[in-house]
Every structure is written in structure tokens, then in C-alpha cells.
């Protein structure tokens, strides 16, 4: 890959600082790197490949240079506001929030499913929701060779998804301190059914985008999706129960054989020896691991699928520097 200019903005945050350590981890290939976060983190130094790099304060004049590239992850009202400005200076935004994820004019990208959608940015890609980007990892090569007629999501989400507010809950409460900046209940010793905040329609706004996100990037308006978000007490990695009606008949040593072939996605099924993906083990990686595939007796041509990945690595950091990746190889 030929060396560009790149931009971190939110660089001091979660996702921000994970997308430094995912640039460092892949040798993401830059000349310069500019790290943008809010006046109070200006400043601060951060460290990327060795070099440190001062923070500096996002503002009107940030992108009045030579950038091609910017990773947003600093919430959505910072998204709607600067990223037109610098993609009206020529770089390309990828943007971590969920401003720009269901405007038709903007791409919804996960580059194991669908890398082509890159074609027609104009300058603000989206990254999609964490637990959305795991599943349909594990849902493409399904579409793609037997079809898919329904799904049902049941989440089991880590509260690394809620920033620091959901980490400092849950370090808080595992010591008898219990928390409520992130959750409308203590989240240690629960299981919490309510992932950001309830529709009209009883679904929560959580639920919502794994189903109209799903449709988008698989480029199916007719899939019929329903989804069930838990945010659990665990502090990494997003495990997902996925249950598939198919459009075929299939074997189902045919479907592991399939995973195990498909990019991004490492199969660990062997029940007989307790072997099926761990949120713990997946944390800090950077791939979808699947487990637990087996035939759904109750429908036909039904699949169950235990679907795991880091949300802060895969679900976010590294997503996004993998569209930066296909933007610099083959756009």
C-alpha cells in the first residue's frame, strides 16, 4: 500500500485509542498521523508505532491540510458537524457513530461482506454497529450459498459497548459499589434486557439498528429480522446466538466446512471437548469466531450459530481500519 495521511478523531477515547493500536497492529502504512479529540483531552500525548503524538483540539480548521483519510469515533453530533467539512476538503471519512449509517447516500461497509458498496462513497463511509458487524460476518457466506429467509438475533453484549461510564459500572460493582452512570439498573451480577433506549414499536433503538443495519449492508430489504440486545456483566467481546431459517437444504458438516473457508471467520466447534467460542478468548483479536452450529429441528431448514468477536476491536477499530485498508488498495 502506497503511504497516505491519516487523521484519529476521538483519539483519546475508547474506540480512538483502539484505532492507534489497530493502525499499529496491521503496519497500516502512513506518512503522518494527526490525533483530534475535544479542548479538555487537548494536549494529551498518545503513542502509536513507536512516536508519540500530541492531541490536538477538533475544530473548523483541523482538516485545512494534507489528510486523505479520517477515523471518527467521537459521537455522533461531532460526526453530523465535521465530517461534511472534511469531506468537502477531499479526505474520506470513515465514521464510527451511527449518524450516517442509514442515509442512502452513504456506504454501510464491512469489507468480508460487502467491500464493493465502496465504490460509490462520496467521502463519508460509515462503520456499522458493533453486533451487527459480527453477525453478518457470519451471515454472508450463509446468503450467498443457501440463501436466508429469517433470522433471529439474541445479543449478550459487553459493557466495553458503553464506553468508560459501562466499564467503571461494572469495576465498581464487582466490588460492592453499585453503579448506575450507564444502565438503568446495577449492571454487575445482571443480565439487562435494554440496550440504549426503548421505541414505540417496544424494540430498543439498540435492536433496531442490527435489524435495518443487517438489511443494508447485505443489500436485502426483503430479509426478515427480529433481535433480542442483552448487555451482560463481562467487559469484552459481544457473544451473539444467531438462529437462521435457510433458503436451501443443507448438511451441516457442509456449513462448518463453509465457515471455516470464509475470511474473517475462525470456526471452534467441537462440543464433544467443550470447544466453542469465548468471549475472553476472542478479546484483543481481531476475527469472528463461530461455534455451536448445528441443525434447528423446529423449522425447516433451520441453523443455530454461537457468534462471538471484540466489539472495540472487529466491532469497531478494526473494521474501520480495514475500510481504510480497501480504500488505499483498490479505491
Not at 494536549?43 to 513507536?50: A, M, N, R, Y
Not at 445482571?190 to 414505540?200: E, R
Not at 474473517?264 to 455451536?292: C, F, M, T, W
Request: charged share 25%; glycine share 6%; proline share 5%.
Amino acid at each position: 500500500m502506497k503511504k497516505i495521511n491519516i487523521a484519529v478523531v476521538g483519539a483519546t477515547g475508547m474506540v480512538g485509542r483502539n484505532f492507534l493500536q489497530v493502525l499499529e497492529d496491521r503496519d497500516f502504512p502512513f506518512d503522518n498521523l494527526y490525533c483530534f479529540a475535544s479542548e479538555r483531552s487537548a494536549g494529551q500525548i498518545l503513542t502509536c508505532k513507536g512516536k508519540e503524538y500530541v492531541v490536538e483540539p477538533l475544530n473548523e480548521q483541523s482538516f485545512d491540510r494534507d489528510i486523505q483519510i479520517a477515523l471518527f469515533s467521537a459521537g455522533g453530533d461531532t460526526s453530523l458537524k465535521y465530517s461534511p467539512i472534511a469531506a468537502s476538503k477531499g479526505v474520506i471519512v470513515v465514521d464510527n457513530s451511527s449518524a450516517f449509517r442509514m442515509d442512502p447516500e452513504v456506504p454501510l461497509v464491512v469489507p468480508e461482506v460487502n467491500p464493493e458498496a465502496l465504490e460509490n462513497h462520496k467521502n463519508i463511509i460509515a462503520n456499522p454497529n458493533c453486533s451487527t458487524i459480527q453477525a453478518v460476518v457470519a451471515l454472508k457466506p450463509l446468503y450467498d450459498k443457501y440463501g436466508i429467509e429469517r433470522v433471529v438475533y439474541s445479543t449478550y453484549q459487553a459493557v466495553s459497548g458503553s464506553g468508560v461510564k459501562g466499564m467503571t459500572d461494572l469495576e465498581e460493582g464487582l466490588k460492592g459499589n453499585h453503579l448506575k452512570k450507564a444502565y438503568p439498573h446495577p449492571i454487575a451480577g445482571n443480565c439487562l434486557p435494554q440496550i440504549d433506549v426503548f421505541l414505540d414499536n417496544g424494540y430498543t433503538k439498540e435492536e433496531m439498528k442490527m435489524i435495518d443495519e443487517s438489511k443494508k449492508i447485505m443489500n436485502d430489504q426483503s430479509l426478515r429480522i427480529t433481535a433480542t440486545t442483552v448487555r451482560v456483566p463481562i467487559f469484552y467481546s459481544h457473544s451473539e446466538s444467531i438462529n437462521v431459517e435457510l433458503k436451501k437444504p443443507f448438511e451441516v458438516e457442509d456449513v462448518k466446512a463453509l465457515f471455516a473457508s470464509s475470511p474473517g471467520i475462525v470456526l471452534q466447534d467441537d462440543p464433544a471437548n467443550s470447544v466453542y467460542p469465548l468471549a475472553s478468548e476472542a478479546a484483543g483479536k481481531d476475527l469472528v469466531y463461530v461455534g455451536r452450529v448445528r441443525r434447528d429441528f423446529s423449522v425447516e431448514n433451520g441453523l443455530n450459530l454461537w457468534v462471538v468477536a471484540d466489539n472495540t476491536r472487529k466491532g469497531a477499530a478494526t473494521n474501520a481500519v480495514q475500510i481504510a485498508e480497501l480504500l488505499v488498495n483498490r479505491f
